[in-house]
């Protein structure tokens, strides 16, 4: 079954966090046949060697330019190119991939991310920040170019699959469902001491430290909701949360007559990867199948907007529109990074993206800018980044 044939040529942007190790390893669990054309990391010289090693790519490339001697080094008498910095990360993925992985963490995946989109590529989305900081011109652009999106993030892989063809009209509701994180039953006064250690240890999922932080506020919910806004193109009065600590259920869609549709399956990436990676086929490989006797029980909870706050942000965030989303985003990528490195307490994360939203819409900052999407993005990315160091620097949060 589902032998796709001739191989697909892949890009696998991020190939070395948790999403990018995750869709190699679906590849060697399923024997599909790829022609890797692109790897690309961050800073990861080692396990970006390793892999480029196992899967010989035509070029391995490395975000961090001080890092690519190194790279060269590993690769010596391989016949895999070495390559670094931001334009040659973008260069990977323009080089003619039939599938491309974008799973970059933060809006670093934003350029890369549209520059697949503009080549007609299907594009296997787990890089939720590009599409909070431009989603209408990341899709606009992916369908002028004949390419398509396809949602990696689990939620919205469920909601995807669940969706029938032009059925958006009669869908009355999306609802995603959330783990509610490490700090789930946890009073704010022991929020307010959590370590990153404690936040980064997800009871569900394993996945790379700056989504870890996003799913402890839930923060990761917020953009999610803005994710789903954007792809299946629903107003965000008509997107709820249900938190769901088993994460069995991954979405939901409510129909006009009442009917609501969910898909289910074990906690594991690897499953809304493989079907981005073979929609509307299926992918056959070794995946553990879902045991509901042995869950016994499923439960649900609604979520709690005092301990986190950061959903309404991020539905406020939407309702400003122009470059809130975009502010937001690089706002939380300037907290969580903070937070991580023990600067601000786990409770200031969330103030600090709420002071800097609130600063910018005082400046006059947010409203949509003229031109590019890209540039716009990036603009609205750098300044409220720019802002968010100092709201963190001197911890001047809006309460
Ligand atoms: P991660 O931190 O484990 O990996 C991130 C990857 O991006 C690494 O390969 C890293 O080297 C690379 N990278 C980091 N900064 C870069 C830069 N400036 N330029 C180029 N490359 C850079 O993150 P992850 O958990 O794999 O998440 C990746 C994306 O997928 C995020 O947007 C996340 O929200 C999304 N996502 C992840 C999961 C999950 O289970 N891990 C689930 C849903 C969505
Ligand atoms: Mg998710």
Request: some cysteine; hydrophobic content about 45%.
């Amino acid at each position: 079954m589902a032998v796709l044939t001739p191989a697909r040529k892949v890009v696998v942007l991020g190939s070395t966090g948790s999403i990018g190790v995750s869709t190699l390893d679906l590849f060697e669990q399923s024997g599909v046949a790829v022609e890797i054309l692109a790897l690309t990391a961050g800073r990861n010289v080692e396990k970006l060697a390793e892999q480029a090693l196992r899967w010989r790519p035509k070029v391995a490339v490395i975000d961090d330019e001080s890092r690519l001697d190194e790279l060269r080094q590993r690769l010596a008498g391989s016949g895999v190119q070495a390559a670094a910095g931001a334009a040659a990360v973008v260069e990977a993925a323009t080089m003619g991939a039939d599938w491309v992985m974008s799973a970059i963490v933060g809006a670093a995946g934003l350029a890369p991310t549209l520059a697949a989109a503009r080549t007609g590529a299907v594009i296997a989305l787990a890089n939720k920040e590009s599409l909070v900081c431009a989603g209408p011109a990341l899709l606009r652009t992916a369908r002028a170019s004949g390419g398509k999106v396809i949602p990696v993030d689990s939620e919205h892989s469920a909601i995807f699959q669940v969706l029938q063809d032009d059925c958006l009209e009669q869908v009355s509701r999306l609802i995603l469902t959330a783990s509610g994180g490490p700090f789930r039953t946890w009073d704010k006064t022991a929020m307010a001491q959590a370590t990153p250690e404690q936040a980064v240890a997800h009871p569900n999922w394993s996945m790379g430290a700056k989504i870890s932080v996003d799913s402890a506020t839930m923060m990761n919910k917020g953009l999610e909701m803005i994710e789903a806004s954007y792809l299946f193109d629903t107003p965000q009065e008509r997107i709820d949360v249900v938190i769901h600590p088993q994460s069995v259920i991954h979405s939901l869609v409510e129909y006009a007559d009442g009917s609501t549709l969910a898909q289910l399956g074990p906690p594991d990436m690897r499953s809304p990867i493989s079907c981005a990676f073979s929609w509307p086929q299926r992918l056959s490989w070794p995946a553990k199948r879902l045991d509901l006797a042995a869950y016994g029980q499923l439960t649900f909870e609604a979520p709690d907007h005092d301990r986190f706050p950061t959903i309404e942000i991020a539905r406020e965030a939407l309702r400003l529109g122009g470059g809130a989303p975009a502010a937001m985003n690089a706002a939380n990528e300037v907290a969580v990074a903070a937070f991580l490195d023990r600067r601000i307490g786990f409770l200031d994360i969330a103030r600090a993206v709420t002071g800097t939203l609130e600063r910018m819409n005082g400046l006059g900052n947010l409203a949509e800018n003229d031109g590019d999407a890209l540039e716009s993005a990036m603009m609205t990315d750098a300044s409220a980044r720019r802002i968010a160091a100092e709201v963190v620097g001197h911890k001047r949060y809006s309460h």
